[in-house]
T-cell receptor, first 108, second 114 residues
Framework: QKEVEQNSGPLSVPEGAIASLNCTYS??????FFWYRQYSGKSPELIMF????GDKEDGRFTAQLNKASQYVSLLIRDSQPSDSATYLC????????FGSGTKLNVKP | KAGVTQTPRYLIKTRGQQVTLSCSPI?????VSWYQQTPGQGLQFLFE???????NKGNFPGRFSGRQFSNSRSEMNVSTLELGDSALYLC?????????????FGPGTRLTVL
C-alpha cells in the first residue's frame, strides 16, 4: 500500500467551477499535510499546508483535513485555465511523502 | 529571500559516467532533501540531510549518494549512470526538518542518460 493515494486523473472542470482534489494517507501519526502545484516541465510549488483538523482557506484554495479518516482534500473555487496543472498531495512524518499527483484540466 | 537554486539545470551524460548535482537551499534553511521525478514513478525520495548529517534515506541503490556542507549547500552524486537514471532531480529545502516543517523545491536538474 502506498503511503499517499491520489487519483491520477485527469480531472476536467469548466472555468469558474469548483475543482475538488482528494488524497488519502496511511500514517496515522502524520502531523502536517501539503498541497503542491506542478506545471508541466516545472518544479512543485507549495500552495497550501495544514496541520489541524478542519478547513484552511487561502484565497480561492481551501484545504480540508480529516485525521480520523486519514483524508485530505483541496478545493479550488472559481477555477481558471491557469490552474491547469498536476496537484501533489504530501505529508511530513519524519520525512516527506508524496502522492503521484492528480492532473487538473480547467476548460475555458 | 532567494529561493532554492540548483545547478546545472540540464545535463546529458552517457551510460557508465558519473554526475554531481548541486543545490543551494533558501538562506537559513538547514534541511535539504533530494527527489527523483519520472513520469512513471512520480516523486521518489532519495535522501535528506540536516546539519551535514544524512537523516533519512529512500530505497535507491548505493550508486546514489549525497552530502551536505557546513553552509547547508548539498551535492548529490550518481555513479555508473544507467539509462533509467534519466529523470528530473529536485532538491527541496526546509527550515527545521521537524514534523511541521514545509519544503520548498528548486527548479530541478534535468538529467538525460544516453
Amino acid at each position: 500500500q502506498k503511503e499517499v493515494e491520489q487519483n491520477s486523473g485527469p480531472l476536467s472542470v469548466p472555468e469558474g467551477a469548483i475543482a475538488s482534489l482528494n488524497c488519502t494517507y496511511s500514517d496515522r501519526g502524520s502531523q502536517s499535510f501539503f498541497w503542491y502545484r506542478q506545471y508541466s516541465g516545472k518544479s512543485p510549488e507549495l500552495i497550501m499546508f495544514i496541520y489541524s483538523n478542519g478547513d484552511k482557506e487561502d484565497g480561492r484554495f481551501t484545504a480540508q483535513l480529516n485525521k480520523a479518516s486519514q483524508y485530505v482534500s483541496l478545493l479550488i473555487r472559481d477555477s481558471q485555465p491557469s490552474d491547469s496543472a498536476t496537484y501533489l498531495c504530501g505529508y511530513n512524518f519524519n520525512k516527506f511523502y508524496f502522492g503521484s499527483g492528480t492532473k487538473l484540466n480547467v476548460k475555458p | 529571500k532567494a529561493g532554492v537554486t540548483q545547478t546545472p539545470r540540464y545535463l546529458i551524460k552517457t551510460r557508465g559516467q558519473q554526475v554531481t548535482l548541486s543545490c543551494s537551499p533558501i538562506s537559513g534553511h538547514r534541511s535539504v532533501s533530494w527527489y527523483q521525478q519520472t513520469p512513471g514513478q512520480g516523486l521518489q525520495f532519495l535522501f535528506e540531510y540536516f546539519s551535514e548529517t544524512q537523516r533519512n534515506k529512500g530505497n535507491f541503490p548505493g550508486r546514489f549518494s549525497g552530502r551536505q556542507f557546513s553552509n547547508s549547500r548539498s551535492e548529490m552524486n550518481v555513479s555508473t549512470l544507467e539509462l533509467g537514471d534519466s529523470a528530473l532531480y529536485l532538491c527541496a529545502s526546509g527550515n527545521s526538518g521537524g514534523s511541521t516543517d514545509t519544503q520548498y523545491f528548486g527548479p530541478g536538474t534535468r538529467l538525460t542518460v544516453l
